[in-house]
């Protein structure tokens, strides 16, 4: 593979992506029809609560749902190949080569009774028929690229011997040791310091723009997120709920579940007196998945939707107010409104008093808006009571 | 909505909560875990210094937050406050008594003022017993209300935390990962303590979930005045929840001070690289990574820690005295103090130490005859109302 392959903007084009598992209860939907593209040197950032389906759905990619009960269906396009369609023989031969993986946890990844470098010289022969020795060459050439101090020494240690941060540096050695032209990071760093943290993010970057790969980072980290992905998928329940470039996305996000991880989580520098806005409620059951939207049994929104379409109808993903590149799936008509007026002086007021400032009366939006919700459904609703029976934690 | 704008001229709720009365008062608190041969004689080969002359005060009703890189010892100096472990050396004046070296026997009543609320609600929870019998064990133990009557408390407790109290009888493995933690709190907060140390009571939460236990621990503070020590290394949490913060490097505080100061004008240089390396949902209208310090290596072993200031094989801005001398924490402003022999705001540390004349040295480090060290250098647990005045190079005051 060359890193000049530029002609088709998808390098990784993924479509209606399902991966059921059938259990003693009924099936589930871990997956269920997920759609996105990536295109080389490019990051894709994937963030959803426990259970969403984050790790489902990108180890689909890696083919490892094969020979298990999952059923995977839908496409996964590499460079126009479909990797489903693939035999395990040819799956297997592209993984660690074209795709390759980093998990949140190096300790299970990696073999404990094997050392650092056995493992990588290991990978690389899978993949390279050349000499130990010159393999083992070019594992110690990998540690050193991801700062392993001395890595001729270090090739010797097993996983134990080495600290978190370095364990995580030499899984992401392993997983690049081939060059792959995509590669999943599984929470990469969530086990990790902040000061390892931005080494390790760092080091994905450098080496990125180094090959040009095409990078899913899979995170609950919005700020990780935000520095490092070019486009944002937002998933709840199996789908994605919103999909769009991370400026516009993390900035104007236009769906309630998306608004409720962002004002969840405090931020370094906001003001200390406002209190954290928990999602009320659990995450959905996925054997059973609530009627209509996913969300709406924890979703403080659902209210201003006429007609109970949030019970009924589960919205399509569909371009937002802000441009076609922007999906949600969320029946609000009005989101913009909703989010400056009601959500982000809850939790960002600064930014929301600059966003009032900045935005002009447009009365024509508004009266667009108007027809749908019925009028001015987005200021009223902001008195209502909170519609307790459903939000409390149940247990 | 909360639309009133920011009071700009009330007093500072950092400062003023910053005065309160200490119930916890810790001082050159030590813990050195000896470290073993491999052989048979198994013979002490060395020491980890996991904790090495901490002192701060945790005031009454109030929140002490420590972060710092992992295996900096802000774990140990948890358990050495709830006295899971006897420390090595220095005092844990608790509500106005040592408890430092008490028996096991001496400590029995005590343990019901301070109690500990863990980071995995997987495993901090016996899967063999009920809800009930967790949360109404220290009930039972310390004999705080009759057998009959623990029951009725026990649901009240669950209550409090937001879970059903029909759900007493159930087992900790039906419940999610935030529920547990709720009945961790439950169990902690069984005999009303008046000092709860958090060892990461969230990290091991969802984000959506991590701001409903968050906001529990903040309505249980105010609602029952209870003192927290709040361990975690999600710097934007601790700064949420704790008025006054101290930062630890390889088993020291190297800067302690209110959320406001140490946040936004951190003096020392690992407390700004801490600071610069989080993520920041901001950045997403900018793009692109935050600019930051980078900091080169790892954390050097705790069992031989570098001499003089343990950052400097990784400080940016070291000079030949870090490795000679340790820097003292030295209070610089009315509630904040920092050891470093170059403290100051980002881009402006000092050119030339600050320390030498207090601790009788010249600027390279090397001892100093004709000055001995200033002896009247306020060391211990607390804020005095003088402090070293960094734009005049003297002891000052407000
Ligand atoms: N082999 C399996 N059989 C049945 N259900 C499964 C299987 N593997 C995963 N699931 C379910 O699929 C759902 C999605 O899991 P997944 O691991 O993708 O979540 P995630 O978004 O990665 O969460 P986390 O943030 O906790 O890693 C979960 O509810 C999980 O229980
Ligand atoms: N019982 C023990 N015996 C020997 N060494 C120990 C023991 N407990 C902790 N240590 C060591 O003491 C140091 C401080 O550990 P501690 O658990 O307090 O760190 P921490 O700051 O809580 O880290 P983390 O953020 O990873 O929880 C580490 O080097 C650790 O390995
Ligand atoms: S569709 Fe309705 S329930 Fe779902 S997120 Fe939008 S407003 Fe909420
Ligand atoms: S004392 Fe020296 S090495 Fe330590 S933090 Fe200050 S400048 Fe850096
Ligand atoms: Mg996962
Ligand atoms: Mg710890």
């Known amino acids: 593979m060359s890193d000049t392959s530029t002609k088709h903007d998808a390098f990784l084009r993924v479509e209606d992506l399902r991966v059921h598992f059938p259990t003693a209860d009924g099936v589930v939907k871990a997956t269920d029809g997920l759609s996105f593209e990536l295109a080389r040197g490019k990051t894709l950032g994937i963030v959803g609560e426990s259970g969403s389906g984050k790790s489902v759905s990108s180890s689909a990619i890696l083919g490892l749902h094969r020979g298990t009960r999952a059923q995977v269906s839908g496409q996964i396009l590499l460079e126009d190949v479909d990797l489903l369609q693939l035999s395990d023989e040819e799956m297997r031969r592209r993984r660690g080569l074209d795709v390759a993986m980093i998990f949140q946890d190096p300790l299970s990844a990696m073999h404990p009774y094997y050392t650092v470098g056995n493992q990588l010289v290991e990978a690389y022969r ?28 270090r090739v010797d240690d097993y996983p134990h011997q080495f600290s978190g941060g370095m364990r995580q ?14 590669l999943i990071a599984d929470e990469p760093t969530t086990a990790l310091d902040v000061t390892v943290q931005a080494q390790i993010l760092d080091l994905l970057q450098d080496l990125q723009r180094e090959f040009n790969s095409a990078i899913i980072i899979i995170t609950h980290d919005l700020g990780v997120v935000a ?28 769906m309630p579940y998306t608004w409720g991880l962002l004002s969840s989580v405090p931020d370094v520098t906001a003001d200390t007196d406002s209190k954290l806005i928990p999602i009320p409620g659990n995450p959905p059951s996925l054997l059973n998945p609530p009627s209509g939207c996913a969300f709406h049994p924890r979703c403080p929104h659902k209210d201003k939707v006429p007609g109970r379409l949030c019970w009924t109808v589960q919205p399509e993903l569909v371009p937002g107010r802000q441009g076609m590149g922007h999906l949600k799936r969320c029946h609000l008509p009005d989101p913009d409104q909703v989010y400056a007026l009601e959500v982000l002086p809850e939790f960002d007021p600064e930014l929301a008093s600059e966003l009032a400032q900045a935005r002009i009366p447009d009365p024509a939006a508004d009266a667009a808006a108007g027809p749908a919700a019925g009028p001015a459904a987005g200021t009223a609703a902001g008195t209502a009571t909170p519609d307790t029976a459903d939000e409390r934690d149940a247990q | 909505m909360t639309t009133e704008p920011v009071d700009e001229l009330k007093p500072h709720p950092e ?52 972060v710092g890189e992992s295996g900096c010892g802000k774990s140990t100096t948890g358990r050495l406050i709830t006295r899971l472990y006897e420390p090595t050396a220095g005092r844990i004046e608790f509500d106005g008594r040592d408890i430092a070296n008490l028996s096991e026997r001496e400590l029995h009543p005590l343990r019901r003022d301070i109690q500990m609320i863990f980071q995995d609600p997987y495993t901090s929870l016996n899967p063999r017993h009920t809800v009930g019998a967790i949360v109404g064990a220290p009930l039972a133990i310390h004999k705080v209300v009759p057998k009959d009557k623990i029951l009725a408390r026990v649901q009240e407790l669950l209550e409090i935390v937001g879970l059903n109290p029909e759900h007493y009888n159930r087992y900790p493995h039906e419940f999610s990962g935030g529920q547990r933690q709720r009945i961790g709190i439950a169990r902690a907060l069984t005999l009303q303590p008046k000092l709860l140390v958090a060892d990461e009571p969230v990290s091991a939460l969802d984000v959506s979930i991590q701001a409903q236990v968050v906001n529990l621990l903040q309505d249980l503070q105010r609602e029952f005045n209870i003192a927290f020590l709040f361990v975690a290394h999600d710097l934007a949490i601790v700064r949420h929840f704790c008025p006054e913060i101290a930062v630890m490097y390889l088993g020291k505080i190297v800067e302690i001070g209110d959320r406001e100061t140490l946040y936004a004008r951190p003096n020392h240089p690992y407390t700004q690289a801490l600071l610069s390396a989080v993520p920041d949902v901001k950045q997403a209208k900018v793009g692109g990574r935050r600019e930051r310090i980078r900091l080169e290596g790892d954390l050097p072993s705790p069992i031989n820690p570098p001499s003089g200031c343990r950052f400097r094989t990784r400080c940016p801005i070291a000079q030949d005295i870090c490795a000679r001398v340790e ?30 004349r207090l601790l009788g040295v010249d600027d390279s480090g090397m001892p100093d005859l004709a000055a001995g060290p200033a002896t009247d250098l306020p060391t211990g647990p607390g804020y005095s109302d003088t402090w070293f005045d960094l734009e005049h190079n003297t002891m000052g005051r407000a």
């Open chain 2, 327 to 356: 820097p003292p924490l030295l209070q610089v402003g009315p509630t904040h103090k920092v050891a470093c022999h170059f403290p100051g705001e980002v881009g402006k540390h000092p050119e030339k130490p600050i320390t030498p």
């Open chain 1, 169 to 182: 540096r030499a899984m992401i050695a392993m997983g690049l040791i081939n060059n792959p032209g995509l």
């Open chain 1, 126 to 153: 899978v993949h390279n028929n050349v000499s130990k020795k010159a393999a083992r060459t070019r594992a110690i050439e990998m540690l050193e690229r991801v700062g392993i101090p001395q890595p001729d020494r």
């Open chain 2, 15 to 66: 400062t003023s909560s910053l005065t309160g009365t200490p119930i916890l008062e810790v001082e050159d608190l030590k813990m050195y875990f000896p470290v073993k041969s491999s052989g048979f004689l198994r013979r002490t080969i060395g020491h980890v210094q996991a904790v090495d002359g901490v002192s701060f005060q945790v005031r009454s009703g109030s929140s002490l937050g420590l």
């Open chain 1, 227 to 254: 520095e490092m992905a070019d486009q944002v998928l937002v998933m709840y329940a199996g789908k994605a709920v919103e999909y769009g470039p991370t400026k516009e996305l993390l900035v104007r996000p236009e």
